[in-house]
């Protein structure tokens, strides 16, 4: 591998998203891992192109950042997991050169975050971005050098959850923020538009081997993680790639990089020049100002218009809600939560501890899930420990299946805390309350129907419920009773879509043992509200 990756290095790297695709790949320790390494190398064409793909072809440079004290805005977590479901498929149907390209892109949104001026925007930034990375381009090698030379080394652990890889972005991102402000503060632009690598003093070089360590180790070990996901979700080895050919087509191709390499050089030194020129010139940059910093300038100030919007749609839901009482305290205390913590921990947010509404008379009691909720809640204590459901309904929101703790947060602040609260009101009235794009009604009904479910069946894990609920089997009523054998197949067909994948976490679905004992539970009426 090393010959091959010195090839490449010389011949095809002509930004840093292509260095940190390649210096990672001999990180990658696991057996999986290496032999999805061995299909990236030999798909090297792909792989690259994918790695730089976001800049050049998708242009969706929104999606690029997380503005760490902007409550992690951006869309670098959903976009990566999107193309992870898409390499997937691609492994899956034996479609290893579109499977480079997809984990190329991966690359691309896992480690943009991590370059400090993604993770913030200022006036000062907006003019110095594009000279800062031209300056990190062509200074990398001395950066990676630092690195390698430095005796300590990254510990890059990726958490257990399903969200685990947007989860690392994030993380990274905070981590690389606080090297914001030495960044843009300690670069010389007066040195840099002379000679791009001279803007970078010593101390600044350092912070920035540091993150490139993260980068580079961060990115080996998520390959490692895709490949053993991957793995155990085909129940099969990736197979091994023959690497010989891809050595010689590389080392065929060199003349032509170079020269392509040297075009892409010149043109980017034009746009830095163009930039500095007019700033000097007119104190501003406008006309020549970066696509990737215009996009999103203008994308901040849609979310804005967006967040006003939302307010309002909250203030108006709220007048109209006369015949439920708003715990003013609660909403207040949620609120600044939010405020002091928003940008503390990306993954674990805290929200406010809940509280039982004091008045039940003002909650609706004729509700299907509230009913189902409270008569798992009232079960009688003596009952053994494995008849017991593994939800109630006075537990957190946080606890039911697909609530992780971002979004139990953002219910937590419109004043749902608890899973009878989230099951007391409608799925339109939550949705509207929210006002986000992507928690639409429907969503939101199907999160009911699994924590309703969860409060009904006794000792069921989280991501057995998602299944059912998947399968169309929403009620206890549904499951007990039924043919055990025909749910086991349903169960099966939803575990191979992705959204089942992704419940699974890479394990595996029920056995048909487990659903027998499912449609043996005793089957019990619907109680009706009085």
């Not at 061995?38 to 950042?65: E, M």
């Not at 390209?101 to 006036?123: C, K, N, R």
């Not at 912070?207 to 993260?214: E, K, P, R, Y």
Request: some cysteine.
């Amino acid at each position: 591998m090393s010959l091959l990756l010195t090839i490449l290095r010389a011949a095809h790297c002509r930004s840093t998203h292509h260095f940190f695709a390649l210096d990672a790949l001999p990180l990658v320790q696991t057996a999986a891992g290496r032999r999805l390494a061995g299909w990236l190398l030999k798909h090297h064409g792909r792989y690259l192109t994918g790695a730089k793909d976001p800049d050049t072809r998708f242009r969706d440079f929104q999606n690029h950042v997380v503005h760490v004290e902007d409550g992690y805005w951006g869309g670098a977590p959903r976009v990566a997991h999107q193309w992870y479901d898409r390499m997937f498929r691609y492994v899956r149907d034996g479609r290893y050169s579109d499977a480079a390209h997809a984990a190329g892109v991966i690359s691309h949104y896992f480690t943009d975050p991590i370059q400090p001026l993604h993770t913030a925007q200022t006036a000062r930034e907006k003019v110095l971005h594009r000279p800062i990375e031209w300056s990190i381009t062509l200074s990398y090698d001395d950066i990676y050098r630092r690195w390698l030379r430095d005796e300590s080394r990254v510990v890059f652990q990726l958490s257990e959850g399903p969200q685990w890889l947007g989860e690392a972005i994030l993380h990274a991102a905070k981590f690389a923020h606080r090297r914001y402000n030495t960044l843009v503060d300690s670069y010389r632009l007066d040195l840099g538009a002379k000679d791009p690598p001279a803007g970078l003093d010593d101390p600044t070089r350092d912070v920035l081997a540091d993150l490139f360590g993260i980068a580079i180790t961060g990115w080996a070990r998520a390959l490692e993680r895709m490949a053993l996901e991957t793995e155990l979700a085909l129940g099969q080895p990736i197979p091994k790639a023959n690497l010989s050919l891809s050595a010689v087509m590389a080392a065929i191709q060199t003349p032509a990089k170079w020269w392509i390499k040297r075009i892409a050089d010149r043109d980017e030194q034009d746009a830095v020049s163009a930039l500095i020129s007019e700033f000097t010139r007119t104190g501003q940059v406008l006309e020549n100002l970066p696509a990737e910093i215009d996009i999103v300038d203008r994308v901040m100030r849609i979310r804005r218009d967006e967040q006003i919007w939302k307010q309002r749609r909250i203030a108006q839901a709220e007048s109209k809600q006369t015949a439920v009482a708003i715990d003013e305290t609660t909403t207040t205390e949620s609120a600044k939560s939010s405020a002091g913590q928003s940008a503390a921990e990306p993954s674990t947010i805290p929200f406010p501890a809940h509280r039982l509404e004091s008045n039940d008379a003002t909650r609706p009691v004729d509700s299907d899930h509230t009913v189902a909720a409270e008569q798992a809640d009232r079960r009688p204590r003596e009952v053994s420990e494995n008849s017991r459901p593994s939800l109630h309904a006075g537990d957190d929101l946080v606890d039911a299946p697909s609530i992780g703790p971002k979004t139990a947060h953002r219910f937590a602040e419109i004043g749902v805390q608890t899973v009878a609260q989230f099951l007391a009101k409608s799925p339109e009235e939550l949705a509207g309350r929210l006002a986000t794009r992507w928690m639409t009604a429907d969503t939101i009904r199907t999160w009911q129907h699994q924590a309703s479910l969860m409060c009904e069946m006794p000792k069921m894990l989280a991501r057995e419920i998602q299944l059912l609920v998947g399968a169309g089997y929403v009620t206890m009523r549904d499951i007990a009773g039924a043919d055990a054998s025909e749910l086991h197949q349903e169960i099966e067909a939803f575990a191979a879509t992705s959204a089942g994948r992704r419940y699974l976490r890479g394990g595996s679905p029920p056995s048909i043992q487990r659903v027998i004992q499912w449609t043996q539970l005793p089957q019990k009426p619907r109680r009706r509200a009085a």
